[in-house]
């Protein structure tokens, strides 16, 4: 029997394809263009092992409310602060944020990343953490970070080389500029890509494709190729964790932070 739905306050669940085969997480900040702020790390986290646990759920699909998949952090009301009184952005990830990515990854089911428009910083790195990424053609993907003198996190600097190659990751990591949806799909950073008309029909027809297909052979395949491309993925996120952390202690995180809020370009230091 399939388990009831737990109420979350910034993300919602929904059971779509083939009598509730498929689980909608729909992240649900459409006003903050739904960045991650403590209580939507907290509910994802929930969405995720909920989908675990519910052996009714055979495929999973993830999702923006709204015009945005995600614009990422909400720099406002993401991070505490350590002792030193620097963000905890290292914190965060470890206690909120990776075990989400890896949740995903881990998740014996195939898992759909629905961009229904800009996916950026943490958000890029959640969509590329999911299997298929389906991208409306007005999307684009966007490692945000080093915009604001931040490293990229949630997996990004795995997901993207896996995904694209070196060149690409280094391209997007260091210049921090948007690839649009047409492009992200040359370079192999998502599976398919449908004119924005469209895009919703698509997205039901492949979850149903996956609810209904054959889940212990979708999970093998899942467990293989993490094998193959991700089998450091817990090192590679502690160690994106431990340089954010130090990232996050700089001049020029503040002036990235200050830049943003103020909306001029930052002027960094190199501190």
């Avoid at 737990?6 to 900040?29: C, F, H, K, M, Q």
């Avoid at 990422?72 to 952005?89: I, K, Q, R, S």
């Avoid at 080389?161 to 260091?174: F, K, N, V």
């Amino acid at each position: 029997m399939a388990l009831p739905l737990p109420e979350l306050e910034t993300v919602r669940l929904r059971r779509g394809a083939s009598n509730g085969a498929e689980l909608r997480i729909v992240l649900d900040r459409p006003g903050r263009m739904n960045a991650w702020n403590t209580q939507l790390g907290r509910d994802l986290g929930a969405a995720v092992e909920f989908a675990a646990a519910d052996d009714d759920v055979r495929a999973v699909t993830v999702t923006g409310a709204g015009r945005a998949f995600s614009s990422g952090a909400d720099l406002h009301a993401a991070f505490g602060a350590t002792p030193e009184g620097h963000p905890d952005v290292g914190g965060a990830l470890r206690e909120r944020y990776h075990p989400i990515i890896a949740g995903l990854r881990a998740l014996p089911k195939p898992v759909v990343a629905a961009v229904n428009g800009p996916a950026a910083g943490i958000g890029c790195s959640l969509a590329l953490a999911c299997d298929l990424v389906v991208a409306r053609e007005s999307a684009y993907l966007l490692l945000a970070f080093v915009n604001i003198g931040l490293a990229p996190d949630g997996g990004a600097t795995m997901f993207v080389a896996a995904r694209a190659g070196m060149a690409r990751a280094a391209e997007m990591a260091l210049l921090g500029e948007r690839v649009p949806a047409r492009r992200a799909l040359e370079w192999g950073l998502v599976s398919r890509v449908t004119a924005d008309d469209a895009f919703d029909a698509e997205v039901d027809a492949l979850a149903e494709r996956l609810a209904t297909g054959p889940t212990r052979a979708y999970a093998g395949a899942k467990r293989a190729l993490n094998a193959s491309l991700y089998g450091r993925m817990g090192e590679q996120l502690d160690l994106e964790a431990a340089i954010q952390q130090e990232v996050a202690a700089s001049d020029d995180f503040r002036e990235g932070v200050r830049a943003f809020a103020e909306k001029r370009p930052a002027r960094f230091s190199g501190h």
